[in-house]
């Protein structure tokens, strides 16, 4: 079964308006969670590391005033679009690094994503 | 240039039919290799890791060549099922959990 999940799994907004998407590890703790945004056709980017207890580190050309990522517990970390416009309509996946029970090593695993469009 | 490149394909091949897909990556220092498949509108999922000695699993068999900086995939008796994207995945050097992804190559297997 899933071990990290997304929500919601798909959202259309006005332009103008924020955007919350939760990403929960179901089975495991995560201290390192990412967020990946992809586009039609294109690879998946990553856009931060979120750590929990600590500020997200941000990759080059991502806003981190426009994008807010908030981890604040060992399963659970939030990216909030902020002021979203069309250009910011994507596929956002989060990952989370853990080690599951009964497992030897850490594996990161990815949510089932989501669709945001923003009219 | 691409820390990742592949070729999107689409590769588009008859069932059973046996076909590779290559990826290069541009740091040298890069620590660790993955295949992951994605299928249309879903996320990825982890489909075999790669080692410098091979590794293969059923059908499909991984191959990296740090001397040139090369990771191939190779599918035998392709299944219809097997039609999907799949995507490169690198671990640059240290520890912090980053996947950089290459585009993606596109499989149809067709019957």
């Known amino acids: 079964g899933a071990?990290?999940?997304?929500?919601?799994?798909?959202?259309?907004?006005k332009s103008g308006t924020s955007v919350k998407i939760e990403c929960r590890s179901l089975d495991f703790q995560a201290t390192t969670m990412f967020w990946y945004r992809q586009f039609p056709k294109q690879s998946l980017m990553l856009?931060?590391?979120?750590?929990?207890?600590?500020?997200?580190?941000?990759?080059?050309?991502?806003?981190?005033?426009?994008?807010?990522?908030?981890?604040?517990s060992l399963t659970l970390s939030t990216l909030t679009v902020t002021s979203a416009h069309p250009e910011d309509?994507?596929?956002?996946i989060c990952s989370a690094d853990g080690l599951l029970a009964g497992a030897s090593t850490d594996t990161q695993y990815f949510g089932p994503g989501t669709r945001l469009t923003v009219l | 240039r691409k820390e990742v490149e592949q070729d999107p394909?689409?590769?588009?091949?008859?069932?059973?039919?046996?076909?590779?897909?290559?990826?290069?990556?541009?740091?040298?220092?890069?620590?660790?290799?993955?295949?992951?498949?994605?299928?249309?509108r879903k996320e990825?999922?982890?489909?075999?890791?790669?080692?410098?000695?091979?590794?293969?699993?059923?059908?499909?068999?991984?191959?990296?060549?740090?001397?040139?900086?090369?990771?191939?995939?190779?599918?035998?008796d392709s299944k219809l099922s097997?039609?999907?994207?799949?995507?490169?995945?690198?671990?640059?050097?240290?520890?912090?959990?980053?996947?950089?992804?290459?585009?993606?190559?596109?499989?149809?297997v067709k019957p």
Request: with cysteine; hydrophobic share 35%; aromatic share 12%.
């Open chain 1, 3 to 13: 071990v990290v999940s997304q929500h919601p799994s798909w959202v259309i907004c």
């Open chain 1, 47 to 72: 856009m931060a590391t979120s750590n929990e207890g600590s500020k997200a580190t941000y990759e080059q050309g991502v806003e981190k005033d426009k994008f807010l990522i908030n981890h604040a």
């Open chain 1, 89 to 92: 309509s994507s596929f956002y």
């Open chain 2, 9 to 40: 394909g689409p590769f588009n091949v008859p069932e059973g039919a046996t076909v590779a897909f290559n990826c290069t990556y541009s740091n040298s220092a890069s620590q660790s290799f993955f295949w992951y498949r994605q299928d249309c």
């Open chain 2, 44 to 76: 990825p999922k982890l489909l075999m890791s790669v080692y410098s000695s091979g590794n293969e699993d059923g059908r499909f068999t991984a191959q990296l060549n740090r001397a040139s900086q090369y990771i191939s995939l190779l599918i035998r």
């Open chain 2, 82 to 108: 097997d039609s999907a994207t799949y995507l490169c995945v690198v671990i640059p050097s240290g520890n912090t959990g980053k996947l950089i992804f290459g585009q993606g190559t596109t499989l149809q």
